[in-house]
């Protein structure tokens, strides 16, 4: 690569190569070219200038015989990257200067971005975050995850209800990513295994499969902000293995193939939806596994060493492939036996847990797994054999049903996931507690020292820095720049937190972002809100455990008690929500029409909306993520105690200066460690108050219903007609509170909430106050950088160091 054409030291340098490109790339001049040209030219040029330091990482990881981690996650949830990319690469300023005096706005340019939404919501979000910061803390550590051609669906509302549509993200191509077919490998499916001994009785394996796919890699370069260290993400695409295939199967081979990386988390409810999961797991697990054997190969003679050069971190059980994908190429392709090729895995392979939702724990009937992959369910079968034959001789027989691998015709994916790795991790204090505790107990008793926590972060690049602009300034003015490197740093602030005139810009800047996010609403739905009303933003994927409905049914009361009583009022109050359900969610979807028909209603009240308007902002992704957070606020972290295992939402928005209102849940618990209860609102059951009620089976939803009237009125405007014609509309939601006893027990907080409500309406009229309260919460935000969880997992399990790329 010839370094001089793709570097711009200065504006003039990259005004003649932008101008230069467009046309030999278009044809056409700067004053021609589409603003989708512009961005793309822009988007290659930024990934050529990227590339040299590619290059050189690759380069001194090999020469220096650096360890390496890969994370394997089925998601990445990136958004966009040109802005994150010109940043990081501290060419931002230059680039916008230099188009600005060719007559384009930068800002238009970045709105060409497709949002690469390759994944559904928190922990497709982590690990975009990680990639981040890794490259950031000159770590070297790649993503490995599947090149899905559509991201996931875009969210339209028609008639208060969600509608999904295809997110065609790849419509203009991907400017980020280069195709590698040098590097494509052929996975293989299904068919038969045949097995015989050797002259040495050494045993052979010949897996005959009924269908091959190849997986060919696109690469997009990661970047770091200010080194040179730059990453590799690897996208693996779905294409067909010519040698499979006669022309005459051709078409339905071809559909078959096209299938596997079509969709994020395609629609498990079908028989047919389900195991074209399972091969998607299998596809982008078993090519990150080649390619991570045949890289290490070319730096070393044998594998012997592979856990001392490599790690494997396993984002949730997606990939828990990995552990008997690796253990069949070191037994089947190069020969190790059985206890030393489970030495290197289980040495290589670490495993984050996400979830404490029964029907979140991923397991497959046996059947599936056997048909699709004949080999690796074998050797599922013996690790679990052996697994079961270590617990009975350890004196632990009676606990072997709830620890076995297989069981029940099923494959216990998470019990597969410890049982072949060296470290498990939960994602905050209070959920790897749980975890320990209850959830995995038995695991906990059988190996302790498996088991630690890694509180989830987001990058403060991303959330803070990049996009609220105003917020940086202001803490850079009043602390200097020491904490963009050092976010922990923001602790700084606290000397200031008292100062008047700060309080008073904070709440300047805040009023700027609510603004941008005004304009915005009104842009896209034609709803005004007043931004000198309470910004409280509810925004994540909807769910059941979530409380979306205690939100909304809060409101509802509001309403109601403001239509009776003339005299009460509240303070302004704007209740944002965003969130998609899943397809096939119901429930979920019945309460984003619930959240529109009472909108229509308070909005449509020329006396009510004076008080509060409800906005539903459609689609929520990344990008919208980047101007509601920093908008809001108050932040609604409201879920069922016990149930969100961290969030990371939570810290966005305390990172930009919002008051957490929240349950003692997730990282809510580690936030409210650091500000001290004076500076969040808490409210609410306990974790042991639902262990409680669920024990004695003391909750009985009817009892909340009767005795206390607001909560009927409430609850009866679900069937009565208030909001709907339909008495039907929102059955499904009242059956889950009154006829399935409330399971995440909306109404039994209801009085809990409205009273946290009351006293934040109190608290902000308190100017200074509620500032004083938001600039701790950002000075106190340092730890919840991704940069800080990083650097725990790399010193504490994977063992890597930072590089020096010079
Ligand atoms: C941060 C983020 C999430 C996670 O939000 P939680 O409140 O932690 O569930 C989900 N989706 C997007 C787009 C995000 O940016």
Redesign the pocket.
Known sequence: MDSKFNKFKNKKEFVEEFKRRIIERYGRSIEEAHITEKYMVLGEMVRDYASVNWMDTKQVIKKQQKKEMYYFSMEF?I?RLLTNNLMNLGIYDIVKDGLADLGIDINAIEEMEADAGLGN??LG?LAACFLDSLASLNLAGHGNCIRYQYGLFKQKIENNEQVEVPDVWLQYGNVWEVRKPKHACDIKFGGHVDMWFDENGKTVVNHIPSFVVRAVPYDVPVVGYDTRVTNTLRLWNAEIAPDFVTSDKLSKYVAEVDEITQNVYPDDSTEHGKLLRLKQEYFFVSAGINQIIRRHLRNYPNLDNLHEKIAIQLNDTHPVLCVPELMRVLLDDFGYDWDHAWYIVKNTIAYTNHTVMAEALEKWPVQYVKDLLPRVYMIIEEIDRRFRFEVLHSGHGDIINNVAIIRDGQVYMAHLAIVGSHSVNGVATLHTEILKNDVLKDFYMLYPEYFNNKTNG?THRRWLLYSNPQLTSLLKETIGADFIKQPQRLEDLMRHVDDPQLQQRFMEVKLERKQILADYIRRTLGIEVDVHSIFDAQ???LHAY?RQLLNILHVIYLYLRMKEDPGFRIYPRTFIFSAKAAASYTFAKEVIKLIHCVADKVNNDPEISRYMKVVFIPN???S??EILMNAADVSE?ISTAGK?A?????M?YMMNGALTLGTMDGANVEIVERVGFENAEIFGLRVEDVDHLKQENAYNVWDYYNNHYEIKRVVDTLTDGTFSSDPNDFRVIYNELMFKNDEFYVLADFNAYKDAQERVQQRYQDKAGWARMCLVNIAKSGFFSSDRTIKQYAEEIWHIEPLEVK
């Open positions: 949830l958004g919501g928190g979000r987001i925004a994540k994927r979530k929520y992704n990344v919208i993520a972290q969100e961290s969030g990371t939402g939570n966005k």
